[in-house]
T-cell receptor, first 115, second 114 residues
Framework: KAGVTQTPRYLIKTRGQQVTLSCSPISGHRSVSWYQQTPGQGLQFLFEYFSETQRNKGNFPGRFSGRQFSNSRSEMNVSTLELGDSALYLC??????????????FGPGTRLTVL | AQSVTQLGSHVSVSEGALVLLRCNYSSSVPPYLFWYVQYPNQGLQLLLKYTSAATLVKGINGFEAEFKKSETSFHLTKPSAHMSDAAEYFCAVSDAGSARQLTFGSGTQLTVLP
């Protein structure tokens, strides 16, 4: 099976712009979670989507949003970018079998640099 | 609220020596615990997980971890370090009711010396 894919892998934006990141989960996985990784704050949970519905949200401002499509692909959007949004954004997908509940498979991430 | 503490942001061991990476957790409900490894410019790879079955969990690449409820610990060990083990290691916790939200520790950078 192909792993979790994220596009683009690298992105450079300027302050005030907006950005959309894409994540394709492993085939058959219906849950997609997003995390932000920075040197200062570490790995922080952004939100989780399951069957096109946001089920859980971390402590991030409303500038961070996401959605999930019927094929389980997910996008996250950051509006009005700030310098502090520079980070590695990781997407993870989860199987829906009981035996693998809560096990997350991570993609390679999108490295966002805000200038 | 859950939290994870990883003692030692940097650990160095000689090749062939024991690897011990420490993780303590705080959770108000029985936790699920995970160890992930991250190589440079890559995502996270699951090493092993504890989900309330056996307290000694074996993972990939020769790693294992022991869940000790009395100590609220889930330390990661490997009997003999290999150069390829050099990476950053993250301990994470979730509870059964919080869907797919992982709370991560701050990570431990493992250096393996020749």
């Amino acid at each position: 099976k192909a792993g979790v894919t994220q596009t683009p892998r690298y992105l450079i934006k300027t302050r005030g712009q907006q950005v959309t990141l894409s994540c394709s989960p492993i085939s058959g996985h219906r849950s997609v979670s997003w995390y932000q990784q920075t040197p200062g704050q570490g790995l922080q949970f952004l939100f989780e989507y399951f069957s096109e519905t946001q089920r859980n949200k971390g402590n991030f401002p409303g500038r961070f949003s996401g959605r999930q499509f019927s094929n389980s692909r997910s996008e996250m959007n950051v509006s009005t970018l700030e310098l502090g949004d520079s980070a590695l954004y990781l997407c993870a997908s989860t199987p829906t079998t009981a035996a693998s509940y809560n096990e997350q498979f991570f993609g390679p991430g999108t490295r966002l640099t805000v200038l | 609220a859950q939290s994870v503490t990883q003692l030692g942001s940097h650990v160095s061991v000689s090749e062939g020596a024991l690897v011990l990476l420490r993780c303590n957790y705080s959770s108000s409900v029985p936790p699920y615990l995970f160890w992930y490894v991250q190589y440079p410019n890559q995502g996270l790879q699951l090493l092993l997980k504890y989900t309330s079955a056996a307290t000694l969990v074996k993972g990939i690449n020769g790693f294992e971890a022991e869940f000790k409820k009395s100590e609220t610990s889930f330390h990661l060990t490997k009997p003999s370090a290999h150069m390829s083990d050099a990476a950053e290691y993250f301990c994470a916790v979730s509870d059964a009711g919080s869907a797919r939200q992982l709370t991560f520790g701050s990570g431990t950078q493992l250096t393996v010396l020749p």
